[in-house]
């Protein structure tokens, strides 16, 4: 345990130190959560008076019955969001570990490391959760400050209340995490075959794909997210999840990344 | 904790690594006892590496066993790394971190009890005591290779292995870093050092194994020059004739007589009983010496000759 605290300190000593991580730690989740405020702030006003009822899909308006049509149109707007939000828990677990685990590579330092007492279990707990933790924070952050945004440009509680049912919970502490664990593992996996942290960050971003895909079929009408779709990811990621973090961890064995990583 | 029962504090018994088709460690014994240099030196891709990943626990020996400290390997690997410490190929630091935190990383890795003293004392045990807030990444290639020593030690074990502990140093850099190791072997431990500095391997090592693959010879630096050449003598003769070389030869205590340009060449025993008589006999069928001198070999030729014969 305490040498994977060791290690998680380690990691962010360093890999912070690298601007081009720090900016996307830092600068993403501020960007995906000021984008929708954005929007919302500029379309507040003309919202209630030209739209109403009839742009949002009657799946979305069946689950409106009590409330008014620009509330519910609201409420649809900001539930869009939803998809972008899970983005950060993808782009940063990956950012950081690509960066942590290809530079490691080129100092040459996973020798040294492998050979002291930690065990390979405890190095790679120590990277991922050096990954995710920044991840989740930043992730649970941003949506703490959406929610507080979202109520204070359109001080609607039925707006705001839309963004902490279980639909959005279950989203954003539950997919989440998820999300990041299958960032990681795939980074794990890129990082072990690329000597370009660049280009494993790049390569393992592409696991974002389905989630845009996802994002883009929601915007275009095509596909609904309910709470329903989100449970389905959730159940589809967690199997995913455990198929990678085996890859992951049969790739972290001292021979194999002294031997066949190059 | 090391275990002491056995007296060995590297044991190997027929070890060895394949890679597909290749043996880079073809069948290894050796047995190194505390307080011993023990250098081993072969050219480029003699195995020297893989043997030290193979007795630090880093990859698994396809044949054959290891005891380090007592601790076999592939069984007791945990209890392994915390009583060796290794000096890998490359350095293998942090850039970005400073040399403190470097070691003080790794001084937590190792379970080091009194971290920051620890860090301290082999910082300034090192000279780099004054730069140890500094990014390693602006340190010389001599700095980085004294700090990855450094790290080495902070858990004092009882084991060493050292991966060409001088390559790339100026003279100067190079003669502290022996010197440092000299000082190590007083505390008791054994010292495994790779190289292909033979020169090196002369000045440190007790005992030098000359290794490609296999082990190709084992024994002190002295010995294995005599053991294969003998101890030669040379005698600077004004006109060198055949016959010399024939007469000296037929003596039962003189192993080899060449005539090289106006040099007769000795091969013998025991130079310091024999000379003498050799001498008599030599002036006695009209030779005419100017001088008599030892020819010293390197361990250099040593080498070159196991390398290349093989
Ligand atoms: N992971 C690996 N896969 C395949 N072959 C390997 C691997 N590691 C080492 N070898 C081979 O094993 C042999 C020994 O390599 P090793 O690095 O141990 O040599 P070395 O004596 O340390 O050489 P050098 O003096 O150049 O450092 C070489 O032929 C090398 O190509
Ligand atoms: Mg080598």
């Known amino acids: 345990m305490n040498k994977i605290k060791v290690m998680i300190r380690k990691e962010w000593s360093e890999v912070f130190k690298n601007r081009f991580v720090f900016f996307v730690v830092a600068f993403m989740p501020l960007f995906f959560t000021a984008m929708p405020l954005i929007i919302l702030y500029t379309s507040r006003d003309s919202g209630e008076s030209t739209m109403g009822m009839g742009d949002v899909p009657p799946e979305f308006s069946a689950m409106c019955d009590t409330t008014s049509g620009a509330e519910c149109f609201q409420s649809f707007i900001v539930s869009q969001f939803l998809l972008l939000f899970l983005m950060i828990p993808i782009i940063i677990p990956v950012t950081i570990a690509s960066y942590s685990i290809v530079g490691e590579k080129t100092t040459r330092t996973l020798e040294p490391l492998l050979a002291t007492p930690i065990t390979t279990g405890e190095l790679l707990a120590g990277k991922t959760l050096a990954a995710t933790i920044p991840a989740l924070a930043a992730t649970w952050g941003s949506y703490l400050i959406f929610v507080i945004g979202t109520n204070v440009i359109l001080s609607n509680p039925v707006v705001t209340g839309s963004l902490i049912e ?35 960050e790049q390569l393992s971003a592409l696991v974002i794909m389905p989630l845009l895909l996802l994002f883009l079929g929601q915007t275009l009408g095509l596909i609904f997210v309910d709470q329903t779709v989100i449970i389905w990811i959730g159940l589809a990621m967690a ?16 021979e194999t990344i002294l031997t066949r990583w190059k | 904790m090391t275990n002491t029962n056995n007296k060995a504090m590297i044991q190997t018994d027929n070890l060895s690594k394949h890679f597909g088709e290749l043996a880079a460690v073809d069948g290894l014994t050796i047995s190194i006892p505390a307080g011993e240099i023990f250098g081993l030196l072969g050219p480029n891709g003699a195995g ?36 060796v410490g290794i000096l890998t190929e490359s350095p293998g630091l942090y850039d970005r971190l400073s040399a403190e935190c470097n070691l003080g990383f790794f001084a937590e890795l190792y379970e080091v009890e ?56 100026d003279p100067e850099a190079a003669l502290l870093v022996r010197e440092f190791i000299n000082e190590l072997r007083q505390d008791g431990r054994a010292i495994l050092i790779c190289t292909h500095n033979l020169d090196e391997a002369d000045r440190l090592a007790d005992r030098i194994a000359i ?54 060449v000795v091969t013998l025993e025991d130079p310091e009983t024999h000379n003498p008589a050799l001498v008599r006999s030599l002036v006695e069928i009209g030779a005419e010496i100017q001088f008599v001198g030892e020819l010293r070999r390197s361990l250099e030729d040593v080498y070159l000759r196991m390398v290349r014969d093989e």
Do not use: C
């Not at chain 2, 698994?60 to 392994?80: C, L, M, R, S, Y």
């Open chain 2, 114 to 169: 009194h971290v920051a003293e620890q860090v301290e004392r082999y910082l300034r045990m090192l000279g780099l005591w004054d730069r140890r807030n500094e990014a390693v990444g602006t340190f010389s290639k001599g700095m980085r290779q004294k700090l990855a020593i450094a790290r080495a030690l902070l858990h004092e074990p009882s084991v060493l292995f050292l991966d060409e502990p001088t390559s790339g140093l």
């Open chain 1, 239 to 254: 199997i995913i999840d455990g198929v990678l973090l085996y890859f992951a961890s049969q790739i972290f064995q001292r």
């Open chain 1, 166 to 200: 279980p639909l959005w919970l279950l989203a954003i502490f539950g997919v989440g995490p998820l999300l990041s664990i299958a960032g990681v593992s795939i980074a794990v996996m890129i990082s072990s075959r690329v000597n370009d942290p660049r280009v494993a």
């Open chain 2, 211 to 264: 290794f490609n693959s296999r082990l190709l010879a084992l024994d002190t630096p002295t010995a294995l020059r005599r053991q294969l050449y003998g101890r030669s003598v040379v005698f600077h003769l004004s006109k060198a004739e055949p016959r010399f070389a024939q007469a000296v030869e037929s003596k039962d205590f003189v192993q080899t007589a060449k005539i090289m340009d106006n040099k007769l």
């Open chain 2, 48 to 83: 020297k590496t893989t043997t030290i990943r193979l007795l630090t626990a880093l990859i698994a020996p396809t044949n054959g066993t290891a005891h380090i400290a007592g601790f076999e390997v592939g069984k007791q690997d945990t209890d392994i790394r915390r009583n």
